[in-house]
């Protein structure tokens, strides 16, 4: 078939219907028969010409151009089809330069039977191309929002959803328990990424994602989708239990009561696509203690110790209130953990004192052993708060003196025994970290005792400059997170009472003191932050003026 005997408006035509059928731009349809027409034209010629179509967009009309490239004269010829060297330019061209092209029309092809397959291959190939940029465009500014759709199929546990101009994938481990859908049911998913890849835009969608329960209670209490209410945390169990906390903006508006709404309906709404999930409702409170009194209802509390630095919590409850606190296989207890992103230490009245009269007698013996003191003496000490030999030896005297049955003179006496025992255990230390190679500019550096000099040594910090490569959760210890579980990492010296912050400022002295680091520098650092975000802070305040 020769394109000049063809009606020359039937390319528009088809360009049109295939893209008012594929929804993507006819540009890009006539762009891909262009390209087409072209390499059957290269199969007509030869392979090694630049040839090259332009189909006009109002008439239609198809015009087959050879194209040759002006190369340097320092270039060899490679390809005489498609490049000329200056010298032979100049038959063309006036004053040809490297880089110039001469364009000639060439005679229309005869399609044969090879050559239009080949050409209708590429035009599928551009148009898949451009459907899927087409589906990717639409679907990733809708990360993060509920869709609907309809199931097509399922394969190997993963449900296939069609998503309109697309298709999404429900993975098995995102679907609620034991769900299963057949061909043609409708669905309601969280869109939780969109992801290019060369096969295509990828849709992955979640039942189990707790930002598909945040976007539920939107659908269904206007307070938050109005920014009235506002969900402040959720944690979920798929398909068995939820705890969701929710703070009102609006004194007026009880958070707890519109999210559950007249009689429960709601919540309901909200429980019945999740396939009866239970949910619990709790109002957010910036105090973390309280938080958690809520979080862990309807278990009673009766004491809670907030460790914040290990973000830890204790909770003491009733001894008839501990199986309701930790829930069926600890899910209420490993929810409320989720909800406000501390660990959380259960354990029942009794076990708390038994635990304190632990310490009580640990204390005890340590003052007895180490300042010769009788056991009325000593629990006399541990029963006014003081909790190791430091607190002793270095208290102003007066606070020791306020204990019944303690002069100044006792007082003194007690220091004196405290500050020999720490001299004679110091002194001890120092010379088993020196054995251990442990340099003078370790026990020089302020913050360091000798105890922890040996510490150090062992592990094998021995100078200045192994303490400066140290991290500071190396020193002071952390948390980390593994497979949703966090798993505490212990610090040389966390157990001396080292903090994350002072061990960070203790590094930094180490650094700055080695020349390491430029002090001036990171007060200019600092500053430099300092007054990006006043500017951004200000940037926001005057848009908020002007709203």
Same mark, same amino acid.
């Given at each position: 078939?020769?394109?000049?005997?063809a009606n020359?408006?039937?390319?528009?035509?088809?360009?049109?219907?295939v893209?008012?059928e594929?929804?993507?731009?006819?540009?890009?349809?006539?762009?891909?028969?262009?390209?087409?027409?072209?390499?059957a034209?290269?199969?007509?010629y030869?392979?090694?010409?630049?040839?090259?179509?332009?189909?006009?967009?109002?008439?239609?009309?198809?015009t087959?151009t050879?194209?040759?490239?002006?190369?340097?004269?320092?270039?060899?010829?490679?390809?005489?089809?498609?490049?000329?060297?200056?010298?032979?330019?100049?038959?063309?061209l006036?004053?040809p330069?490297?880089?110039?092209?001469?364009?000639?029309?060439?005679?229309p092809?005869e399609?044969?039977?090879?050559?239009?397959?080949?050409a209708?291959?590429?035009?599928?190939?551009?148009?898949r191309?451009?459907e899927?940029?087409?589906?990717?465009?639409?679907?990733?500014?809708r990360?993060g929002t509920?869709?609907?759709?309809?199931?097509?199929r399922e394969?190997?546990?993963?449900?296939?959803?069609?998503?309109?101009r697309?298709?999404?994938v429900l993975?098995?481990?995102?679907?609620?328990?034991r769900?299963?859908?057949?061909?043609?049911?409708?669905?309601?998913?969280?869109?939780?990424?969109?992801?290019r890849?060369?096969?295509g835009?990828?849709?992955?969608?979640?039942r189990?994602?707790?930002?598909?329960?945040?976007?539920?209670?939107?659908?269904?209490?206007p307070?938050?989708?109005?920014?009235?209410?506002?969900?402040?945390?959720?944690?979920?169990d798929?398909?068995?239990?939820?705890?969701?906390?929710?703070?009102?903006?609006?004194?007026?508006?009880?958070?707890?009561?519109?999210?559950?709404?007249?009689?429960?309906?709601?919540?309901?709404?909200?429980?019945?696509?999740?396939?009866?999930?239970?949910?619990?409702?709790?109002?957010?409170?910036?105090?973390?203690?309280?938080?958690?009194?809520?979080?862990?209802?309807?278990?009673e509390?009766?004491?809670?110790?907030?460790?914040?630095?290990?973000?830890?919590?204790?909770?003491?409850?009733?001894?008839?209130q501990?199986?309701?606190?930790?829930?069926?296989?600890?899910?209420?207890?490993?929810?409320?953990?989720?909800?406000t992103?501390?660990?959380?230490?259960?354990?029942?009245?009794?076990?708390?004192?038994?635990?304190?009269?632990?310490?009580?007698?640990?204390r005890?013996?340590?003052?007895?052993?180490?300042?010769?003191?009788?056991?009325?003496?000593?629990?006399?000490?541990?029963?006014?708060?003081?909790?190791?030999?430091?607190e002793?030896?270095y208290?102003?005297v007066?606070?020791?003196s306020?204990?019944?049955?303690?002069?100044?003179?006792?007082?003194?006496?007690?220091?004196?025994? %405290?500050?020999?025992?720490?001299? &004679?255990q110091n #002194?001890?230390?120092? !010379?088993? @970290?020196?054995?251990l190679g /442990? *340099?003078?500019?370790?026990?020089?550096?302020e913050?360091?005792?000798?105890q922890m000099?040996?510490?150090?040594?062992?592990?094998?910090?021995?100078t200045?400059?192994d303490f400066?490569?140290?991290?500071?959760?190396?020193?002071?210890?952390?948390?980390?997170?593994?497979?949703?579980?966090?798993?505490?990492?212990?610090?040389l010296?966390?157990k001396?009472?080292?903090?994350?912050?002072?061990?960070?400022?203790?590094?930094?002295?180490?650094?700055?003191?080695?020349?390491?680091v430029d002090? %001036?520098?990171?007060?200019?650092? &600092?500053?430099? #932050?300092?007054?990006? !975000?006043? @500017?951004?802070?200000?940037a /926001? *305040?005057?848009?908020?003026?002007?709203?």
């Amino acid at each position: 078939m020769a394109i000049t005997s063809a009606n020359q408006l039937e390319l528009l035509q088809t360009a049109e219907a295939v893209a008012r059928e594929k929804m993507i731009d006819p540009g890009l349809v006539v762009e891909a028969m262009e390209e087409s027409l072209a390499r059957a034209a290269k199969s007509r010629y030869g392979a090694e010409m630049d040839i090259r179509v332009e189909i006009d967009r109002k008439t239609g009309k198809a015009t087959f151009t050879r194209v040759r490239t002006v190369i340097d004269p320092e270039e060899e010829l490679e390809n005489y089809q498609a490049q000329m060297t200056p010298e032979q330019a100049k038959q063309y061209l006036d004053d040809p330069k490297p880089g110039d092209t001469f364009v000639e029309e060439v005679p229309p092809v005869e399609m044969g039977r090879i050559a239009a397959q080949s050409a209708k291959q590429v035009i599928l190939q551009k148009v898949r191309e451009a459907e899927r940029d087409r589906q990717y465009e639409e679907f990733k500014d809708r990360a993060g929002t509920i869709i609907n759709g309809v199931v097509k199929r399922e394969e190997y546990g993963n449900v296939i959803v069609d998503v309109g101009r697309g298709e999404g994938v429900l993975r098995r481990n995102e679907k609620i328990g034991r769900e299963s859908y057949r061909p043609g049911d409708r669905i309601r998913c969280y869109i939780k990424e969109v992801r290019r890849e060369v096969r295509g835009p990828q849709i992955f969608l979640s039942r189990t994602a707790v930002e598909f329960m945040s976007e539920l209670f939107k659908m269904e209490v206007p307070e938050i989708y109005d920014g009235i209410i506002e969900i402040k945390a959720v944690a979920r169990d798929p398909g068995s239990r939820a705890k969701i906390a929710v703070i009102s903006y609006e004194n007026s508006i009880d958070p707890v009561g519109a999210c559950v709404g007249m009689r429960g309906s709601r919540v309901q709404a909200v429980v019945n696509e999740l396939q009866g999930e239970k949910i619990d409702i709790i109002p957010w409170n910036e105090d973390a203690p309280t938080f958690l009194v809520n979080a862990l209802q309807p278990a009673e509390v009766s004491k809670v110790v907030l460790d914040e630095e290990a973000e830890r919590i204790e909770v003491v409850v009733p001894e008839e209130q501990l199986s309701l606190a930790i829930g069926r296989r600890g899910q209420n207890v490993r929810l409320a953990s989720q909800l406000t992103g501390l660990d959380i230490d259960i354990m029942t009245e009794e076990e708390e004192s038994a635990r304190r009269q632990a310490e009580f007698e640990t204390r005890t013996k340590l003052f007895m052993d180490t300042l010769d003191l009788d056991e009325f003496f000593a629990q006399l000490l541990v029963s006014e708060g003081f909790t190791n030999l430091e607190e002793v030896a270095y208290v102003e005297v007066d606070e020791l003196s306020v204990i019944d049955g303690v002069d100044s003179d006792t007082a003194s006496e007690l220091q004196a025994r %405290a500050r020999d025992y720490l001299d &004679a255990q110091n #002194k001890l230390a120092e !010379a088993r @970290a020196r054995e251990l190679g /442990a *340099e003078d500019s370790l026990f020089a550096f302020e913050g360091l005792t000798p105890q922890m000099v040996e510490v150090l040594a062992g592990d094998g910090v021995k100078t200045m400059e192994d303490f400066a490569t140290c991290a500071d959760w190396e020193l002071a210890g952390g948390w980390t997170t593994v497979n949703g579980e966090r798993i505490k990492d212990d610090g040389l010296l966390e157990k001396f009472g080292v903090a994350l912050e002072e061990a960070q400022n203790m590094v930094m002295t180490a650094r700055v003191q080695l020349g390491w680091v430029d002090i %001036a520098e990171l007060e200019a650092e &600092a500053a430099a #932050k300092r007054e990006a !975000a006043e @500017a951004e802070d200000g940037a /926001a *305040e005057t848009e908020e003026a002007g709203a």
